[in-house]
């Protein structure tokens, strides 16, 4: 089964700070992403990334930047975090193609105070 | 843009009684796929089962749906809930690429 890791689990941060969220995956996927997971909105997706160095806009991209250094590895950073902010991060990879499936991580819990 | 329904947000169930979620979608592509992916309680979301082609049943784990595009649905279904069966459920849809759209949830809990 597909792996994807993220880090860290759970952060706190307070209002403006600056936060990265790690991810790694390790079945050569080509696609990965970053959803938020709220109560009442279900799964919205943030960024995502078809390769190194490529990144597109999800539905809910303000007040986020990602990265995608390697094939592996796909960052999302905060640079001013807000409380709106506070949510159930996940990664999340797959392969090309509308019917694949997409494999999820277990989550990065981040507060902002 | 691509936009995924699911009608109830709670649902509350005896163990032993059919399970049906609602999902309805809206997009301008002509073949969509559609997806059901399960969360149980402190876990990742994972498949459940995706579509096929129209009005083809597809099945997993008891649990089956059917697309119909006449309809613009993708309803999940079991004929008896168990109580492992408690979860939140996502009706997902993709079409020209590899974004998913989700619904907004069904938190289903069965009851003994």
């Known amino acids: 089964e597909a792996a994807v890791t993220q880090s860290p689990r759970n952060k706190v941060t307070v209002t403006g700070g600056n936060v990265t969220l790690s991810c790694r995956q390790t079945?050569?996927?080509?696609?990965m992403y970053w959803y938020r997971q709220d109560t009442g909105h279900g799964l919205r997706l943030i960024h995502y990334?078809?390769?190194?160095?490529?990144?597109q806009i999800g539905d809910v991209p303000d007040g986020y930047k990602a990265t995608r250094t390697t094939q592996e590895d796909f960052f999302l950073l905060l640079e001013l975090a807000s409380p709106s902010q506070t949510s159930l991060y996940f990664c999340a990879s797959s392969d090309a193609g509308v019917d694949t499936e997409v494999f999820f991580g277990k989550g990065t819990r981040l507060t902002v105070v | 843009g691509d936009s995924v329904t699911q009608t109830e947000g709670l649902v509350t169930l005896t163990e032993g009684l059919p399970v049906m979620l609602n999902c309805t979608y809206q997009?301008?592509?002509?073949?969509?796929?559609l997806f059901w992916y399960v969360q149980h309680l402190n876990e990742s979301p994972r498949l459940l089962l995706k579509s096929f082609t129209d009005n083809k049943r597809t099945e997993h784990q008891g649990f089956h749906a059917t697309l119909h595009k006449s309809s613009s649905s993708f309803h999940l279904q079991k004929s008896s809930a168990q109580l492992s069966d408690s979860a939140l459920y996502y009706c997902?849809?993709?079409?020209?690429?590899?974004?998913?759209?989700f619904g907004g949830g069904t938190r289903l809990t069965v009851r003994p």
């Open positions: 997902a849809l993709n079409n020209a690429g590899a974004k998913l759209t």
């Open positions: 079945n050569s996927h080509n696609y």
């Open positions: 990334s078809y390769g190194a160095g490529n990144l």
């Open positions: 997009t301008i592509y002509s073949n969509p796929f």
